[in-house]
Structure formats: C-alpha cells, structure tokens
C-alpha cells in the first residue's frame, strides 16, 4: 500500500464543484447524481438499455440487455446486438464532424500532426483494406508494437473495422515480453515501427520486433511503419512497410465495416496479476463502447469544442479506452503526445496545453510528483487558462500530489476527477463527476453509474466506516472483461476475480469508505506492485531472475517510492559458487530490464543468505515488505518461521 491510512483520515479538506462547472455540466448536482444513480442500481437493464441507444449506433439492437452469473462467472451484454466500434468513432460523425480535428499528434520533438474525423476515417479504411489484403479476417489476432505514433490508434480501428482482434504490447516491453504476448494469443500479424522516438532517444522496435519474432510461430507477416529515417533490417518474405502498403493504388478507400455481434471480442490486453504470466484480459464490442463512450463523456463533462489531452501510452487500458474508443466514439478531439513529461524540459506538458489550448488534462499521480519535484515555476511559464477539468488515474493520489495540481496547474478552478479503475474494468468505476461531486484530496469519491463496489473484511463481512477492507464490485456493469485469452470455460477469471469472495468481483485494492460515503483507495493488497501506475506481478520479476544461473531463490516486494509510489525492491539468495557484487548487481538488473522490460528495474537489490520461510515452507511476504519499507520495529511475529535468524541478517544487510 502506497499510503498510510492514518495521514489520509487527516485529509479534511473539501472542494464542492464550482458554480460554473455545475450549471453546464451533464449531471448538475449531487441530487441528481444520486437519483440516477439509485435507478441505475435498482434497474440496471433499463439505464443500460436507454444508455446503449442514445450514445451508440446499432446496426440490429439487442434482445436482451444483460445476462450474468458471477458464480460461474459468464457476463453478456446486450445480447445479440449489432455494431462495429470503427464506425461509431468514425462513420457517424462524418455527416456533422467530418472537419473537426479527431486526433492532434504531438511528436517528442514538436512536430504536429492534425487528422480531421475525415482524414482519420480515410486512413483506417484504406489501412482495413490492407490488413484485409495481407489475408487478416475475423476474429483473426493482430499485435501491435507500436510507439504513441497516429498509426497506432489508425491500426486499432483498421482492426475493429474488419472485426480483428488488436492486441496492443506496450513498446517499452522487451523482446521476450512481446514474444509471450504474441504467443499467448497466436497473433497472425504483427504491426511495429523501425524505430521509436521518446525524449529525444530512439527506442530500437524493429530490432526486438525480430528478436521477439525467433520464437512466434503463429505470425505470418510484419509491418512496419518508418517512424525515423534510419536504416533497419528487412525480411523480403515477411516485413513489409506500412507506407508502400497503404499507398497502393489497388487499396480502395473504403472497406465496409464488419457487423460485430455486441459480444465479439473488441481487444485482448496483457496486465500483470499477482500469480504466474501476464493474462490477456479480454474486452468485447458492445458493452465496452457504451461504457467507455459514457463515462468518458460525464466524467470529463466533454463539451463538443474542447480539446482533451490524455498523457497516458495507447499501450494501456488509459490510452485504448481515453485516447482512443472513448473520445473518438463521443467525437471528441483527442491530443496524444509522443514523448515524455520532462523532455526537453518540465514544461512540455504545459506548453502543449498552451499550444493547442487543451481543455481537459488527463495524467498520473507519478507524473504529478515527478513535476512537482521540478518546482512550481514550470506551469506559470505557460497559459494555462484554457483548462476546466483535471483528471488522475493509475495510483492513489497523496494529498499534497493533489493539492499541487489544483492549484499550481488548475488555479483552484479545476476540478479534479480522480478515477479509479482496472484494465480489467475497462471505463471509470470509482470518479467523481466535477459538476456533481465535493473533492476532497485523495479520494475517488463515488462509484459510477450501475457500478455497486463494497469494502469487505477478511471473513467477507462488511468492513465498519473508515474501517480498511477488501475492495469488491457485487454487479456487473458493461465494460467489464468477459475472461482472459485462451480461457473459453472462464477457469481462470473464475479464480483470480470470483472466489476469493464468491459471487463478487475481487479487484485486488484495498480500500474504505468514509461517514460521507466517499471511497478512498489504498493501494494494492495481492502480490501486484504499482510502479508509476504500471502494474508489476512480483511473480513475473522472481520468475525473470531464477531464470538466470546465478539465482537459487529470489523474492521481490514493493516498498514506498516518493516518485514512483512502490518501487521494486528484490531479495536474492545466490546459487554456490556465487558471490554478492556491485557487478552482478547490474547484471541480474539488466537480466529483469531483458526478460520484461525496463518498466521491471528493480530500485534496490539485496543479496540474502536466506529467505524468511514458515515451516512448511512459504515465504513470508508480509516481513520482506516491513524490511523493504524500513519498518524494522515492526515486524510482527516472527515466532512461526523456520529459522527466524535469517530475519535479522535481513534487517542488517537492508538496503
Ligand atoms: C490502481 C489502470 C487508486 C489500482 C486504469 C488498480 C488506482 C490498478 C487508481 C489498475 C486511482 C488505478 N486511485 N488506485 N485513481 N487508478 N489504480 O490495470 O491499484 O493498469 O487496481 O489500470 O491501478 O491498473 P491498470
């Protein structure tokens, strides 16, 4: 956990939704949030039902709107239904929208480029039409490795047009971490660029593309979109640029979209879990447009002119369902930016709010601190009077993280919506609405429409107001995943999610809610690390590091990280013949950077002659945490372990 719970129940402050917000917003008042709120819970079908039809279009409407059993678990939404997800972001707004900027690209270096719903819907057809040339149908899965570039959002919707399934591997991940990915769900095709550019630095794609690509039998084709000038190596056979392909006179500029039935799979998105590989949570068409379309639009209030900028990579839930399903679906104008917070200086990101007069500004809580640190002189070198709404999502927010970006960045006139939620969930679950809701820093404040979340004890009783507990979701709600890759009977959902308290969805957050009835998230309570909002299985880095030959045994942990929230802190016990150095230090950490990716580089490495193990045998975690956080007066009772000694050369040789 990210926070002590003892400095948030001090967090008395409160911020009730300015007038001005509230008198133009979509849900104007707490009353009314509240009543719509009770009908969604009460009647579930008939505020889904009214949703579904006044923000999605429906080529055939549903016979039923919701079938479910969390026992099993199975969930259908909108059964029956038709439509296709490319052509509610697109087709249907080109009669009123066909001008109007869809995406605004920001290059790492400043370079702009400007899709109007036009342009965008162009591209997507012409690139629907090449996938459909490379022999890519139904049902069939692409992965995608491609940097924050406009093909990437282009490939997504090409896919959901045709009706193939994209699975989107964020470009930070190593070569064998796509390699898995692409095995798990035998993509035929995969789309990556040469390179990739990030705060001035080249992110060699192509070549961990072809690394990756040793061992996937599945793929058949590559393309590769030339993102720099430079050279990389082509196979003949098999890679093929996306510009010869998509200029090609024969590609015809449209391709009828596909009709998807309301429960064909839309996406699969690799997330880390407390146990084992990464699992490809599974997102389907229906109810995860009509979720992302609507929360996207009350949460961010989204106003037809205004320009929103979400900070997150399209390689995450944030970015598939808030830079691209979500706005596009509502017609929005949806900025993303290549490159990062701090290049070439802490004001980047203000200075694209300047620039395209952003009005709504979506980001991390790590970010957030990471400009914090930087000095408040940063957003007053820019005008950012153009902001109305902030949002976080990724990580609980500390208050004083909060209290900096309402007023350093919103001026103490922008509310802010802290939204939490999960790959898994696909759209908000827990967010205030900013005409609706009275903030108080740190606290996501209120469920959302037909999402019924309650704080449990270990024994599954109710946890007491103010009282930590278990976070579970009790009803289903449109967007959320229908089971994970290569698990048709829902086997494993069936574990991880529903049998830890049985019927309910676990979410793996600890949480408690308020006297006022507002929640506020505590952080993680599995073996699931929240490093800057990315979520680590510890499983995963213990995994990577017995794979190298130096490592017997290895246990990793989170410990509190002023910047990134948790950091990754490893115990390693070395195989004989092995001796502890500041050299095989750095080789285990660039082993783990190799294995997953640099998102896994552990902050500190101790070198441990033993592990803390009860008799029969099981790490005791709960002491490895205490010794990474520094609470070494604390550790509990250590009486049950095998050999308490190794407990206190631990607390010695802490780094
Ligand atoms: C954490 C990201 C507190 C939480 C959308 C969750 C949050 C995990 C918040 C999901 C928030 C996300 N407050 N914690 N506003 N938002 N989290 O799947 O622990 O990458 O379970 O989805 O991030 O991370 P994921």
């Known amino acids: 956990m990210t926070q002590g719970i003892d400095v948030l129940l001090k967090e008395q402050r409160v911020f009730p939704p300015p007038k001005e917000i509230s008198e133009k917003a979509y849900i104007k008042s707490m009353a009314e949030y509240e009543a719509m709120y009770k009908r969604s819970v009460e009647d579930p079908e008939g505020f889904w039902a009214e949703v579904a039809e006044q923000n999605i279009t429906w080529y055939k409407k549903w016979d039923k709107v919701l079938d479910y059993d969390f026992e099993k678990p199975y969930i259908k939404w909108f059964i029956n239904g038709k439509l296709n997800a490319s052509y509610n972001c697109l087709d249907r707004n080109l009669d009123s929208l066909r001008n109007k900027a869809a995406l605004v690209w920001e290059a790492d270096d400043g370079e702009v480029r400007t899709y109007t719903y036009w342009q965008l819907y162009r591209e997507v057809n012409r690139f629907a039409n090449v996938l459909k040339k490379l022999g890519i149908k139904k049902g069939d899965r692409v992965a995608v490795y491609l940097p924050m570039i406009p093909e990437l959002p282009i490939t997504m919707l090409a896919c959901a047009r045709i009706g193939a399934i994209h699975s989107v591997v964020f470009a930070g991940f190593s070569a064998q971490s796509l390699r898995d990915r692409i095995n798990d769900c035998g993509a035929k095709l995969l789309i990556t660029a040469n390179q990739g550019v990030r705060g001035g630095r080249i992110v060699p794609l192509k070549a961990n593309a072809d690394q990756a690509l040793e061992g ?11 993102r720099t000038p430079n050279f990389v190596d082509m196979d003949p056979q098999r890679d093929f640029w996306w510009h010869d392909l998509i200029n090609d006179p024969e590609i015809s500029n449209y391709c009828e979209p596909e009709v998807m039935d309301a429960e064909d799979p839309l996406f699969i998105l690799y997330t880390s879990g407390s146990t084992g590989k990464p699992k490809g949570v599974l997102h389907t068409t229906g109810g995860y447009m009509v979720y992302v379309n609507v929360t996207f639009k009350w949460v961010f209030d989204y106003k037809p002119e205004e320009t929103f900028f979400c900070t997150a990579d399209i390689g995450w839930v944030t970015g598939h369902s808030y830079i691209v399903y979500g706005p596009l679906s509502a017609g929005a104008t949806s900025l993303m930016f290549e490159g990062v917070p701090t290049y070439p200086n802490p004001g980047r990101f203000w200075e694209i709010v300047e620039k395209h007069r952003v009005n709504i500004f979506y980001t991390a809580p790590t970010a957030i601190r990471a400009l914090m640190r930087e000095g408040e002189q940063w957003p007053y070198k820019y005008d950012l009077s153009s902001l109305r709404i902030l949002g976080t999502v990724g990580e609980p927010i500390n208050p004083e993280a909060w209290m900096w970006y309402y007023k350093h960045v919103g001026r103490e006139r922008c509310p802010i919506v802290d ?47 103010n009282e930590g507990g278990y976070l579970v979701i009790e009803k289903p709600w449109p ?68 794979a190298h030959p130096a490592v017997a045994e290895a246990a990793v942990v989170g410990f509190p990280h002023d910047i990134k929230g948790e950091g990754i802190y490893v115990y390693v016990v070395l195989k004989e013949g092995y001796e502890p150095s500041r050299d095989l230090e750095k080789l285990l950490i660039s082993h783990i950077r190799h294995m997953i990716g640099p998102i896994a580089t552990p902050d500190k490495i101790q070198f441990a002659g033993g592990l803390p193990k009860t008799r029969s045998g099981k790490i005791m975690r709960r002491i490895l945490r205490k010794i990474a956080s520094g609470a070494i007066e604390d550790l509990g009772d250590t009486s049950t372990l095998a050999d308490p000694s190794v407990v206190e050369e631990l607390v010695t040789g802490r780094k």
Do not use: C
Request: hydrophobic residues 35%; glycine residues 14%; proline residues 7%.
């Open 419 to 465: 939204t939490w939620w999960q790959t898994e969930t696909g759209g908000f679950m827990i967010t205030p609405l900013p005409g609706a809701m009275t903030l108080k820093p740190g606290s996501a404040t209120r469920p959302f429409f037909g999402v019924v979340p309650r704080v449990l004890k270990e024994d599954g009783s109710p946890a007491g107001v």
């Open 479 to 546: 967007g959320m995943l229908r089971g994970t890759w290569g698990d048709p009977e829902n086997k494993r959902i069936k574990e991880v999610y529903f049998s830890r308290f049985p019927g309910k969805y676990f979410t793996g957050d600890g949480a408690r809610v308020d006297e006022d009835g507002d929640y506020w998230l505590m952080g993680r309570i599995d073996d699931v690390i929240n490093v800057s909002g990315h979520r680590i299985g510890t499983a995963e880095v213990e995994s990577a590091l017995v």
């Open 216 to 226: 996937t039998p599945s793929i058949e084709k590559v393309v590769v979109v030339k």
